[in-house]
């Protein structure tokens, strides 16, 4: 592989030279510019001890790892415990949730930022486009935890003003958090919330650079603010659209952990539990390696399949893909 | 009649503008309303937290929620250890990334498109969670100061919005001149590059300091001892699990004025966790968005 990457990054002096000079042409090139592979020792090393071991580690989903033998030296057990997933009762309510919650936010949380962007670009007022642009980028930058605070205190029945806006309109205090159908809600909105701003900041770029000409050519033709969003604006910023949703696909089985797990509470456990905080609570804090291991591998290679496919479709019926 | 029709047109578009201003002057409020309760809220007295009186602004004004933060060991040594991680972790990760992305932004680098690769496939994939903890583990840097810098010494995106960087302004010229004038290397990334690339050395500064003060999940799966801890896991403890050891309760005998004083904490907490980012937020809101549309270049 390494070979035929260098042969091909010389393409165009082979043409002029035959084989064995090029390759004392590299060599010596590589001489001279020593100090840059020396550079990327240090961050190939990196890469190499946190990205590829764990890797190569991943293969103890296919053992029964024990911490005196090692990623290679504990016994293999082939796909038991891949099986014992599948047949585990916990199977279908971690993939349904998975599903529920991923799908949910995808529904939402991919077409919220496009609408504001396309809102924004309708603003010819500067200063009231700028503004709302910081407000909204602004909760981008707070914590998970802090997020998760907010969320369960402004949801809390005693103290958040959501109760007061409860009370206010007749109703009964609603512990929103202990509620599980609400879970997938809350959790979603409140993503919508947080990266709105934020995910607009490329829609906006993307209409920013469409030809001023088309504007001009519809102003000509009569056509309304409206017409000019759907014909112009929606198909200018196709490109990046596309290139989002394929990320997002990707990463369909992948929902957040970091957030889920802190707004997990006994009570709604039912509709939040997801792979990712099984496979934290199994393997981490039930020292249960193999199995967890063995459930993180198969929601891996779910998303890499969903992504390769996506990316297939997605060059198929238009120009633009990832790779 | 040619009149006529420009009237109608453009009352359908004032009609559909002022759609546009109302949509995004709910989505304005919506988004400022919790942030201002908040502040309000941690700046009020704890009776008024409570029994829900704010509203807007600040209810019978009081510090005693910021007084009870400042009066908690646990709360002060995570938001220094903070500090130590975010700043230390920043010079690991930007050193670190210049250091990828430098060699790799240059055509003449032999091995490039592997190393690419190389990089692209831990993007698409992982070993996971749990090979990730047993390889830390067997490191032997579980529950040190290491296990929060280490694992997270470089960020691939970060490296390839970097390397877009390097190629698409340092001239390609340049750098065969200075090679000319025998100047080596380092010499070059040292001397021109790195003061040519001050904007992206300010973007990948604050995307990592930010990615840092706010992370908790290596902490949670890394640190045992609580004089590691950062403020967010601290944060946890507090806002999420519900959890104040009593010693920081000093100065409040009542139960009621505890409960009060302790929801009070709550909100003033908020506030103090997110005011180092608050505080660069005009700067990080412009680099971010830099970074994004550097990285969106080849994304």
Known sequence: MQSTGALEAKKPKLARSNKPLLMKGTSKKMKRHWQLYLLILLPLAYLIIFKYIPMYGAQIAFRDFSPVKGFTGSEWVGLKNFSDFFNSPNFWVLIKNTLIISLYSLAIGFPAPIILALALNEIRSMRFKKAVQMVTFAPYFISTVVMVSMIILFLSPRLGFVDLIVKLLGMESINFMGIPSYFSSIFVLSNVWQGIGYGAVIYLAALAGVNSELYEAAKVDGASRFQKVINIDIPGIMPAAIILLILNVGQIMNVGFEKIFLMQNPLNTSTSEVISTYVYKIGLLGANFSFSAAVDLFNSVINLILLLTVNYFARRVSDNSLW | ?299
């Not at chain 2, 001149?177 to 604050?206: H, M, N, Q, Y």
Request: net charge positive.
């Open chain 2, 1 to 299: 009649m040619n009149k006529s029709i420009a009237i109608r047109e453009s009352f359908g578009d004032k009609f559909f503008l002022f759609l546009v201003y109302a949509f995004l002057i709910v989505v304005l409020i919506i988004v400022l309303y919790p942030l201002i309760y908040i502040v309000s809220s941690s700046f009020s007295s704890p009776r008024a937290v409570i029994s829900g009186k704010v509203w807007l602004f600040p209810v019978e004004p009081s510090l005693a929620g910021y007084r009870a933060i400042f009066n908690n060991p646990q709360i002060l040594t995570g938001y220094a250890n903070s500090l130590f991680y975010t700043f230390f972790g920043v010079l690991i990760n930007v050193t670190m990334t210049v250091m990828l992305a430098y060699p790799l932004s240059k055509s003449t680098f032999y091995g490039r498109g592997f190393i690419m690769l190389l990089l692209v496939i831990t993007m698409m994939f992982s070993g996971g969670l749990i090979p990730y903890y047993l390889t830390v583990k067997s490191l032997g840097i579980l529950d040190t100061r290491w296990a929060m810098l280490l694992p997270g010494a470089l960020a691939v995106w970060q490296v390839i919005i970097a390397r877009t960087f390097f190629q698409s302004t340092i001239p390609k010229e340049l750098g065969e001149a200075a090679e000319l004038d025998g100047c080596t290397d380092l010499g070059f990334l040292w001397r021109i590059v790195l003061p040519l690339s001050k904007p992206i050395l300010a973007v990948l500064v604050l995307m990592y300091a930010v990615g840092h003060w706010n992370a908790y999940f290596d902490a949670l799966i890394f640190l045992k001892s609580q004089e590691l801890y950062p403020l967010q896991i601290i944060l946890r403890n507090i806002l999420i699990l519900n959890s104040i050891d009593a010693s920081m309760m000093v100065d409040a005998n009542q139960m009621a004025a505890m409960q009060g004083l302790r929801d009070l904490l709550k909100f003033s907490l908020i506030v103090v966790a997110t005011l180092p980012v608050l505080a660069l937020y005009p700067f990080v809101q412009k680099y971010f968005v830099q970074g994004i549309m550097i990285g969106s270049l080849k994304g």
